[in-house]
């Protein structure tokens, strides 16, 4: 059984496109992630929902916007794609918000045309 | 602010040849350390977590120490199938933040 769970695994489009990627864990924890790992491998954090709350809103695009219809979803809507967002998007899920270690699923790669 | 830094950024060993990763941090206080594997074109896997210095995890081939200001990552005898990016991270010190993570660790065991 896959614990977390993204869609889709490839996503390629142009510049300016409106893309949507979904994310679902089946772990029963409260809290979810989106991080993008950049071609040098670093993750990097850009939102957290603890209970569906937005607790990690780091320092991104206003194009990036998540969405979490409840405690086992979380999507990521992103606007007017541009170059720079191309990347790796990796979901994550935990049990709680601090010390307890994250889940991630295997990762959506955008390429932008 | 949270700082993890791995080394070596890549290291290639013979198979069945021991070695050591490391992941130094500055904290502002030692809350815990995991541990990840991630293999291309997977998401990181969990493998340890460490929550007080001297604290020790063992799992087939891999072994991770804690001290106050680095862990190790101990791999005996590797076969092949170890191959992968090693990453380590740190949890925050409040449900506000996320987990910092090093750069990882490429590593590549050759037949």
């Known amino acids: 059984d896959t614990a977390v769970s993204q869609t889709p695994k490839y996503l390629v489009t142009q510049m300016g496109n409106d893309k949507s990627i979904k994310c679902e864990q089946n772990l029963g924890h409260d809290t979810m992630y989106w991080y993008k790992q950049d071609s040098k491998k670093f993750l990097k954090i850009m939102f957290s929902?603890?209970?569906?709350?937005?607790?990690i809103n780091e320092t991104v695009p206003n194009r990036f916007s998540p969405k979490s219809p409840d405690k086992a979803h979380l999507n990521l809507h992103i606007n007017s794609l541009e170059l720079g967002d191309s990347a790796v998007y990796f979901c994550?899920?935990?049990?709680?918000?601090?010390?307890?270690?994250?889940?991630f699923g295997d990762g959506t790669r955008l390429s932008i045309l | 602010e949270d700082q993890v830094t791995q080394s070596p950024e890549a290291l290639r060993l013979q198979e069945g040849e021991s070695s050591s990763l490391n992941c130094s941090y500055t904290?502002?206080?030692?809350?815990?350390l995991f541990w990840y594997r991630q293999d291309p074109g997977k998401g990181p896997e969990f493998l340890f977590t460490l929550y007080s210095a001297g604290e020790e995890k063992e799992k087939e081939r891999l072994k991770a120490t804690l001290t106050k200001k680095e862990s190790f990552l101990h791999i005996t005898a590797p076969k092949p199938e170890d191959s992968a990016t090693y990453l380590c991270?740190?949890?925050?010190?409040?449900?506000?933040?996320?987990?910092?993570f090093g750069s990882g660790t490429r590593l590549q065991v050759q037949p």
């Open positions: 929902y603890n209970n569906k709350e937005l607790i």
């Open positions: 991270a740190v949890p925050p010190d409040t449900g506000r933040r996320a987990l910092t």
């Open positions: 994550a899920s935990s049990r709680g918000t601090s010390n307890q270690p994250q889940h």
């Open positions: 904290v502002s206080g030692l809350r815990g």
